[in-house]
């Protein structure tokens, strides 16, 4: 059978769009001969939709607009994901669906089985579990058409497995010939070649090609990499999409040909891609064509604006340096280096004067308490002030610069640094930053090399250095990745790294500052366990 793959970029909740979208990819797979045309999970309603699905007005829009796709059909088929619901109650036959069409009609759902509800993803809180796991018969194939988590049960692959029931199993049982999966899976690094080596087991197990046809783009915090991967009934790959981007394909299951290709690339190029393709969209959907960037002198905010150029180009990118009596003389000239390199706009202003008299003000109500730690808050909510202010002015949206274990620990400034729309690099760890500033360094200097040769500070007082408060990067970033993405206890960490009193201090920190972190901008998740939608802890606890 020929299938037209269509990795779509979608709108979350902009009917219309996704609707024309999907009619646009069918037509041009029609021209190419196709026989079955296939788009992602929710391709017409666009991935997470959240608490859209509860709105009934919009479950009847959706219902609406996939009768008015499928009456476009002719004989090629088309499958793509929708809403399907059988009555108004919420939590009752509301399902997250693929849908077959041709000749005019919907013929055939199929809703999703297996409802996942971990990490980020929340669909039990939306969607039913389908009923029945089904097969069905369509110019000469059985298709056994099944969304997302429907495959990620496989025995063979999985020695622990989140579910009892295997729906593409069933559908293997059932007589299917050729595997469907339409997925919605966000990206993380590492789960690209993961999901290549399941599905070649899969396939090569049960002898049937495989269409796996993922969508792209960026919704909000999540960012999903396309690389729609093809089977051949040998378990070997027969085609694959474009990384981070829309891609439209054919895949001819009679024909034998495999791909000897490394599906993902070297940590620091993936993830820097990812990063660049995330903000882009994101500013993109919002409407946002301009981006603005508190530029310190420091690593972290020197590849925040690095990635801004590449994404929107640097006529859309504007920094503000804003020094105060702390600030080094190399930091600002820093700061022009890389702004020289980058052929950024930028501005001036210090802090100073408003700092000295905030100060001056605040010193008539504190009797005479010293007021170090909170003058240098003062500082960073003054930047905050300045940054949000030129943001209101010419509509450029704020970045926030800070990194995963600054905003582990609480290494920030609530309204001060935090401040902003979009968190670029908060799921990056400091030795991360590192490893992706010097790839970018590869060919020639960007970044300028004294930015990242330099100790880490934050300037807000004299000689002032992360590490006076904080442990080394490399041993505070080997205690965050055990305690957050692998969730290893005190015990278990300190048996691993030693230093009983640095991980206890390290953990309690992270603990302490959960709220800092829910009022934090949206982070771009690159990791398998980021802050924000995907990891929910309580602010009042009392387990440490």
Same mark, same amino acid.
């Given at each position: 059978?020929?299938?037209?793959?269509?990795?779509?970029?979608?709108?979350?909740?902009?009917?219309?769009?996704?609707?024309?979208?999907?009619?646009?990819?069918?037509?041009?797979?029609?021209?190419?001969?196709?026989?079955?045309?296939?788009?992602?999970?929710?391709?017409?309603?666009?991935?997470?939709?959240?608490?859209?699905?509860?709105?009934?007005?919009?479950?009847?829009?959706?219902?609406?607009?996939?009768?008015?796709?499928?009456?476009?059909?002719?004989?090629?088929?088309?499958?793509?994901?929708?809403?399907?619901?059988?009555?108004?109650?919420?939590?009752?036959?509301?399902?997250?669906?693929?849908?077959?069409?041709?000749?005019?009609?919907?013929?055939?759902?199929?809703?999703?089985?297996?409802?996942?509800?971990?990490?980020?993803?929340?669909?039990?809180?939306?969607?039913?579990?389908?009923?029945?796991?089904?097969?069905?018969?369509?110019?000469?194939?059985?298709?056994?058409?099944?969304?997302?988590?429907?495959?990620?049960?496989?025995?063979?692959?999985?020695?622990?497995?989140?579910?009892?029931?295997?729906?593409?199993?069933?559908?293997?049982?059932?007589?299917?010939?050729?595997?469907?999966?339409?997925?919605?899976?966000?990206?993380?690094?590492?789960?690209?070649?993961?999901?290549?080596?399941?599905?070649?087991?899969?396939?090569?197990?049960?002898?049937?090609?495989?269409?796996?046809?993922?969508?792209?783009?960026?919704?909000?915090?999540?960012?999903?990499?396309?690389?729609?991967?093809?089977?051949?009934?040998?378990?070997?790959?027969?085609?694959?999409?474009?990384?981070?981007?829309?891609?439209?394909?054919?895949?001819?299951?009679?024909?034998?040909?495999?791909?000897?290709?490394?599906?993902?690339? !070297?940590?620091? #190029? &993936?993830?820097?891609? =990812?990063? %660049?393709? +995330? *903000?882009?969209?994101?500013?993109?959907?919002?409407?946002?064509?301009?981006?603005?960037?508190?530029?310190?002198?420091?690593?972290?905010?020197?590849?925040?604006?690095?990635?801004?150029?590449?994404?929107?180009?640097?006529?859309?990118?504007?920094?503000?340096?804003?020094?105060?009596?702390?600030?080094?003389?190399?930091?600002?000239?820093?700061?022009?280096?890389?702004?020289?390199?980058?052929?950024?706009?930028?501005?001036?202003?210090?802090?100073?004067?408003?700092?000295?008299?905030?100060?001056?003000?605040?010193?008539?109500?504190?009797?005479?308490?010293?007021? !170090?730690?909170? #003058? &240098?808050?003062?500082? =960073?909510? %003054?930047? +905050? *002030?300045?940054?949000?202010?030129?943001?209101?002015?010419?509509?450029?949206?704020?970045?926030?610069?800070?990194?995963?274990?600054?905003?582990?620990?609480?290494?920030?400034?609530?309204?001060?640094?935090?401040?902003?729309?979009?968190?670029?690099?908060?799921?990056?760890?400091?030795?991360?930053?590192?490893?992706?500033?010097?790839?970018?360094?590869?060919?020639?200097?960007?970044?300028?090399?004294?930015?990242?040769?330099?100790?880490?500070?934050?300037?807000?007082?004299?000689?002032?250095?992360?590490?006076?408060?904080?442990?080394?990067?490399?041993?505070?970033?080997?205690?965050?990745?055990?305690?957050?993405?692998?969730?290893?206890?005190?015990?278990?960490?300190?048996?691993?790294?030693?230093?009983?009193?640095?991980?206890?201090?390290?953990?309690?920190?992270?603990?302490?500052?959960?709220?800092?972190?829910?009022?934090?901008?949206?982070?771009?998740?690159?990791?398998?366990?980021?802050?924000?939608?995907?990891?929910?802890?309580?602010?009042?606890?009392?387990?440490?």
């Amino acid at each position: 059978m020929k299938l037209f793959i269509c990795q779509t970029n979608t709108i979350i909740g902009n009917l219309e769009y996704n609707k024309k979208k999907i009619l646009d990819g069918y037509n041009e797979g029609v021209k190419q001969g196709a026989e079955l045309v296939v788009f992602p999970e929710l391709a017409l309603v666009g991935y997470p939709p959240l608490d859209l699905v509860e709105k009934k007005e919009f479950r009847d829009a959706v219902n609406k607009a996939a009768k008015e796709i499928a009456g476009e059909t002719k004989s090629t088929g088309l499958i793509f994901g929708t809403i399907t619901a059988d009555d108004d109650n919420i939590g009752t036959d509301v399902f997250n669906s693929a849908v077959l069409c041709f000749d005019g009609k919907i013929k055939f759902v199929q809703p999703k089985s297996l409802i996942p509800n971990y990490d980020v993803f929340d669909e039990m809180r939306y969607f039913d579990a389908a009923e029945n796991v089904n097969v069905f018969d369509f110019k000469g194939e059985k298709l056994g058409i099944s969304v997302c988590e429907d495959i990620w049960n496989d025995a063979d692959y999985w020695h622990i497995r989140r579910y009892k029931f295997d729906p593409v199993e069933k559908q293997i049982e059932k007589g299917a010939t050729l595997l469907i999966n339409i997925s919605a899976s966000p990206y993380s690094y590492g789960k690209r070649e993961g999901r290549k080596q399941m599905l070649e087991t899969l396939t090569g197990n049960a002898k049937i090609p495989l269409a796996y046809v993922c969508c792209t783009g960026a919704q909000t915090e999540l960012i999903f990499d396309g690389a729609s991967m093809c089977f051949n009934a040998r378990g070997k790959l027969a085609a694959i999409g474009k990384s981070f981007n829309e891609d439209y394909f054919i895949f001819d299951t009679e024909i034998e040909n495999s791909q000897i290709v490394d599906v993902e690339k !070297s940590f620091e #190029e &993936e993830v820097y891609n =990812a990063l %660049v393709y +995330g *903000l882009k969209d994101y500013c993109t959907k919002l409407g946002f064509k301009k981006v603005l960037v508190g530029l310190s002198g420091g690593i972290d905010s020197a590849l925040v604006t690095t990635i801004a150029v590449d994404a929107l180009g640097k006529e859309n990118v504007h920094v503000v340096l804003m020094p105060s009596q702390y600030s080094s003389e190399g930091s600002v000239k820093d700061s022009e280096k890389l702004i020289e390199n980058l052929g950024i706009s930028s501005s001036n202003i210090s802090i100073q004067p408003v700092v000295d008299v905030t100060i001056e003000q605040l010193e008539k109500v504190f009797d005479a308490e010293p007021i !170090s730690i909170t #003058e &240098e808050n003062i500082q =960073a909510r %003054v930047r +905050g *002030l300045y940054l949000m202010a030129y943001s209101n002015q010419y509509g450029s949206m704020l970045l926030t610069t800070g990194n995963k274990s600054e905003l582990a620990v609480g290494y920030c400034t609530l309204y001060g640094d935090m401040s902003g729309g979009l968190a670029v690099i908060a799921d990056l760890y400091k030795t991360d930053v590192y490893k992706i500033s010097n790839y970018i360094n590869r060919s020639g200097e960007v970044i300028p090399q004294v930015i990242i040769d330099k100790v880490p500070s934050a300037e807000l007082k004299h000689n002032q250095k992360d590490q006076d408060t904080l442990p080394e990067y490399d041993l505070l970033d080997d205690i965050l990745r055990m305690y957050l993405e692998q969730n290893k206890e005190i015990d278990e960490i300190i048996k691993i790294v030693g230093s009983p009193e640095v991980v206890t201090k390290t953990l309690r920190m992270v603990d302490r500052n959960e709220f800092k972190r829910k009022q934090a901008a949206p982070a771009l998740r690159v990791s398998k366990k980021a802050f924000g939608y995907g990891r929910r802890f309580p602010i009042v606890q009392g387990w440490r």
